[in-house]
């Protein structure tokens, strides 16, 4: 199932459609060395694992949030961070091949990003960054889970629904920016500030897009794990690894959001 994450989709290695490689012949002496000779491993083929994409996720995150730490002290540097995290964001997703150094440095952007941002919302509602954290490494670690075991698998139906879900959140964001920037809306957070029967309206919608969010997930571990059983290039880590990052930073940002909507 083609996961909606430009980082895998628009990536041969994720979708399927990476050319087949040829295999030279082999002899009969070189056929009974092979079967004498022990398991290779992915490191030895070349071929992406699981490991991998754990060490390059995790050294990320780390760079992430070490820079996060600094742009919680910088928070002007929010902007100019964002900005710079988008670029290189365009620029590492339509790269053939991975690039080690963009996508640290991509992690880095986004960690001034996050780290400033996050500032500003605790400095106005104590406690909130705690509460996006805990709620993101909760998302992340059911939603890995449930899928290691097979309890929850993508499907053709369940993508488009996600699909169209996506896009109809996409035009609301839009004309939310729109509505502030030209001053039609003068709160906070814009229609999400609104309430139904009493309930933020940002409420109802931060656990809207959490689901998409935690299916969005399933799409990447799904990618992740069609690129290890088709024997991927091992540098295709660096591409998983940055896929992952981008999700993540997502559901962050939007749970952060949506808690700050509620603390308001």
Excluded at 127 to 151: D, E, P, R, S
Aim: aromatic content about 10%; overall charge positive; hydrophobic content about 55%.
């Amino acid at each position: 199932m083609a996961s909606q994450n430009p980082a895998f989709s628009r990536n041969p290695a994720f979708n399927g459609k990476a050319p087949a490689q040829p295999v030279a012949p082999i002899s009969a002496d070189g056929l009974q060395q092979m079967y004498d000779a022990p398991a290779a491993t992915p490191v030895q083929t070349g071929r992406i694992s699981y490991d991998d994409v754990i060490v390059k996720t995790a050294l990320n995150f780390v760079v992430l949030v070490a820079f996060a730490a600094i742009g919680w002290n910088v928070p002007v540097l929010a902007l100019p961070a964002a900005l710079i995290g988008f670029g290189l964001a365009m620029v590492n997703i339509f790269k053939r091949q991975p690039s080690p150094p963009l996508i640290l440095l991509y992690s880095a952007a986004e960690g001034l990003f996050i780290g400033a941002i996050s500032g500003v919302f605790e400095a106005r509602y104590p406690g909130v960054v705690v509460q996006a954290v805990i709620a993101t490494i909760c998302v992340f670690a059911v939603t890995l889970v449930l899928f290691a075991f097979g309890k929850i698998r993508a499907s053709k139906r369940a993508t488009k629904i996600f699909l169209i879900a996506m896009v109809g959140y996409l035009v609301f964001s839009l004309v939310n920016v729109v509505l502030m920037l030209t001053g039609l809306n003068t709160n906070a957070f814009g229609l999400s500030s609104a309430t139904i029967f009493g309930i933020p309206l940002g409420l109802i919608l931060g656990v809207f897009v959490t689901i998409l969010e935690a299916y969005s997930l399933v799409l990447d571990f799904d990618q992740i794990q069609r690129a290890v059983k088709a024997g991927a290039p091992r540098n295709q880590s660096w591409s998983a690894a940055f896929g992952l990052v981008v999700t993540v930073v997502w559901l962050y940002l939007e749970l952060l959001r949506m808690f700050s909507i509620v603390r308001g």
